[in-house]
């Protein structure tokens, strides 16, 4: 797949080696799509239930409604499991643009081609949604994608609830958009994946105000640890003089609280060549590929939680100063609900281009979400008074505004968060048998026997509910079960044989989460307790090391973990 070829062929690019090291998007006529082989098949039937079995006995061959649901739901689950890879290839000499102005005119003219834009999106959604031919050869020298943008869908756990974190922007295209942008080197155009945990860091700076637990919120954005980010810094800054204004705690300028946070696995796979030579692949993701506005962009979806008074800032830099769009937290289920079509049958065109969040800040306050206008025309103004608001800017929102749609969902934000309920709607069965938890029990897969007997051995000598995601689970997301029982319970118990264990994804969100409760006040008599053995306890992170440990020393046998154990666990209906 040679990009080499006449820079002219579109206004304004350049050589990649010309312009890197500012905005960077090389433009790629050639990209191959294509569904992952799957290594395990999911059955398409469902097994039949007794009332399948009595239409078998009578020679009827059709299921109950009941089993047809869960073979379709299998069916959907072995789709959204599979996922796809994406090839591109590029050199030096790949024609690349690096300014806002460059990529407004490659995308109207896309606009004056809609029914090819409107056939190309639809091979493009076969392959990703497992609706459609499985490979995808794009070439044209006359339909250009442009690579590489990244982002993250936020999932903030909030009071027992979920939203989703969208920040409102009045350029094209207008609407809610997730944490996302371009590359701005050579090494994100290489690593894609590096651009995704930058724009997190940048455009999302949380706090928590409340006198006895003021605080900013910071996280890692990947597993190496990347936390520490130059705008974001800057940023945070600038922020700082607003929250002295709004009188906010003192204490909020210095001291530091690490967010519970996850990453959720995406099904998707990139691949990049550079100058010949493909690179390790980034797997893991989300591929979201719009031809609208021609962008090829890498997605992730990241889980956090927070407790209820935390505020949400935009740190996003214009021209070194800050933006300060407004950002909206959007209860999942109610997004999902306003994303269907409006009216099926004969007008099945008409979707849902409002949406009001459920929370709205600005300026470092909370707002009123129904003055969602007023709060828009200030951030408006504001623009406008800095300098910031161009006339192609003014245009793109007055057509979005005309067309009723200044509120939608930005193309890019929609399919991330179809994704997501894809997924999530593909494991079938409920969110978690329907009790609230008493203890929660923590703990990663390599130790899944070792927290097993545990689970056995408590089941068998309390009363309490015991929410051990082996047993407890009946879908193949956890974010919501694990984030209503992590609300109800009052202990946890991290298992574990080893300390690398214990700081994996799962068991790390789970465990900082209940500590962070423990910390704001939200479970004040709350008990967090390690059951390990193999290591010393003094190992432990600081968080664990400084709560309660039992040392088991043989997994097999937990006689000596238990009468120590049962004196830190609450009591039934306590």
């Known amino acids: ?156 756990s909030m009071g027992g609830k979920q939203f989703y974190c969208l920040n409102w922007r ?48 910071v996280f890692e954005c990947d597993e190496n640890g990347q936390s520490i980010d130059r705008d974001a810094e800057a940023a945070w800054r600038e922020w700082r003089q607003r929250f002295i204004m709004h009188k906010f705690p003192d204490e909020l300028h210095h001291r530091t609280a690490q967010v519970p946070l996850k990453w959720l696995r995406g099904p998707d796979s990139l691949v990049v060549e550079f100058e010949g030579k493909p690179r390790p692949a980034v797997d893991d993701v989300f591929l979201n590929i719009t031809a609208e506005d021609q962008g090829i962009e890498i997605d992730r979806i990241v889980q956090l939680r927070v407790p209820e008074e935390a505020v949400f800032c935009d740190g996003e830099l214009l021209e070194g100063r800050l933006l300060d769009s407004p950002i909206g937290l959007f209860e999942v289920n109610r997004v999902w609900d306003q994303m269907k079509v409006k009216d099926e049958g004969k007008d099945e065109g008409r979707v849902n281009r409002e949406f009001i969040p459920d929370f709205l800040f600005r300026g470092g306050l909370l707002r009123e979400a129904e003055k969602l206008d007023k709060v828009v025309e200030e951030f408006r103004e504001d623009k406008q008074d800095r300098g910031q608001l161009n006339d192609d800017d003014q245009d793109d929102y007055e057509e979005a505004e005309g067309e009723s749609r200044q509120f939608d969902l930005c193309p890019v934000t929609r399919n991330i968060i179809s994704r997501h309920r894809d997924v999530v709607a593909s494991g079938g069965g409920e969110w978690m048998r329907g009790k609230p938890a008493d203890v929660f029990i923590t703990f990663a897969s390599e130790d899944a026997d070792f927290a097993h007997r545990l689970h056995e051995e408590l089941s068998r000598r309390t009363a309490l509910e015991i929410f051990f995601s082996e047993r407890t689970l009946c879908d193949s997301d956890y974010g919501k079960s694990i984030d209503q029982a992590l609300q109800s319970a009052r202990c946890l118990i991290a298992v574990g044989r080893k300390v690398e264990h214990l700081v994996k994804g799962w068991p790390e969100y789970e465990w900082r989460s209940f500590h962070q409760d423990i910390l704001s006040g939200n479970k004040p008599d709350a008990q967090l307790i390690s059951v390990i053995s193999g290591f010393d306890p003094r190992s432990l992170p600081g968080q664990l090391r400084f709560r309660e440990s039992i040392v088991c020393p043989d997994p097999g046998s937990l006689e000596s973990v238990f009468p120590r154990l049962l004196r830190f666990l609450p009591s039934r209906g306590a």
């Open 1 to 156: 797949m040679d990009e080499k070829e006449d820079l002219g062929a579109v206004e304004g690019p350049r050589a990649l080696v010309e312009v890197e090291n500012r905005f960077l998007q090389v433009l790629l006529k050639k990209f191959q799509l294509s569904r992952k082989p799957c290594r395990r098949e999911v059955a398409e039937n469902a097994d039949g239930c007794a009332e399948c079995e009595k239409l078998a006995s009578r020679e009827e061959t059709e299921k109950c409604e009941k089993c047809k649901e869960k073979a379709e739901k299998q069916k959907a689950a072995r789709i959204a499991r599979r996922g796809s890879c994406l090839r591109v290839a590029f050199d030096a000499s790949t024609p690349a643009i690096h300014r806002r102005e460059q990529k407004k005119s490659l995308t109207d003219e896309a606009k004056n081609s809609d029914q090819q834009v409107s056939d190309l999106q639809g091979s493009i959604d076969g392959v990703l949604n497992g609706t459609g031919e499985s490979f995808l050869d794009h070439s044209s020298a006359d339909f250009r994608f442009r690579f590489a943008s990244g982002g993250a869908l936020v999932v903030v």
């Open 170 to 217: 009045d350029v094209d295209p207008v609407g809610w958009n997730i944490a996302n942008g371009g590359s701005d080197n050579r090494q994100e155009l290489l690593n894609p994946d590096l651009i995704i945990g930058r724009e997190l860091l940048e455009e999302l700076i949380i706090v928590d105000p409340r006198p006895e637990w003021a605080c900013r919120y």
